[in-house]
């Protein structure tokens, strides 16, 4: 594997339902992130995680509770979701952060496609 | 909070043509980032600008930025099948986190 990995591509959950979200970088970068993709809405950074300590947290509800166990492996826990947190969720990793460096570049996975009923 | 708006929201094209999409901001950025997301796929970087009135190309696309920093295009000259997409551009200031334009959305027929 290389890349940003993430798992499932595909969830569908219902309200009261616990889930986690799953990304792996196989880069050797040393910073990950979390994204919310909605439809007709920019990319909303969720979190940020430096050398496995969050760093940003964008004033995400509290039913998102990241987890970093290594460099490599970013979770994302879900419970009592709502139907409007129905989106693509992406992790992303780049080498540092914050890197100072304007041309430092977020490798992006595929992205966990979430539907809440 | 910078705001990136891009125009069109949405364009549909024959193979062959030549398009522009624009992003634009009424905050001056260090640098300014174009990334591509093809359907089920994440965004992927196509280039970085850091400098006002900077030109890069890559094959049969051309990136401009601004020469005051504050807006950015990006030109595709014979379009093809394959360049189908979500155009994002991404902006940062200094020492901030990536900041993300609504995208465009292109679709481009044999």
């Given at each position: 594997e290389t890349g940003v990995t993430q798992t499932p591509r595909h969830l569908v959950m219902g309200m009261t339902n616990k889930k986690s979200l799953k990304c792996e970088q196989h880069l050797g970068h040393n910073a990950m992130y979390w994204y919310k993709q909605s439809a007709k809405k920019p990319l909303e950074l969720m979190f940020v995680y430096s050398l496995e300590e969050r760093v940003e947290n964008n004033s995400v509800p509290s039913r998102f509770s990241p987890e970093c166990p290594n460099s490599s492996h970013l979770f994302l826990h879900l419970h009592?979701?709502?139907?409007?947190?129905?989106a693509l969720y992406l992790c992303a990793s780049s080498q540092d952060w914050p890197s100072g460096l304007s041309t430092d570049t977020q490798y992006f996975g595929p992205g966990t496609r979430l539907t809440v009923l | 909070t910078q705001l990136l708006e891009q125009s069109p929201q949405f364009l549909s094209i024959q193979e062959g043509e030549n398009l522009t999409v624009y992003c634009n901001s009424s905050s001056v950025f260090s640098s300014l980032q174009w990334y591509r997301q093809e359907p089920g796929e994440g965004p992927v970087l196509l280039v970085t600008v850091v400098t006002g009135g900077e030109v890069k190309k890559l094959k049969r696309l051309t990136f401009q930025f601004g020469d005051a920093r504050k807006d950015s295009s990006l030109h595709i000259t014979a379009a093809q099948t394959g360049d189908t997409g979500l155009y994002l551009c991404a902006a940062t200031s200094g020492y901030s986190t990536l900041t993300f334009g609504k995208g465009t959305m292109l679709l481009v027929s044999p």
């Open positions: 009592t979701l709502q139907p409007e947190d129905s | -």
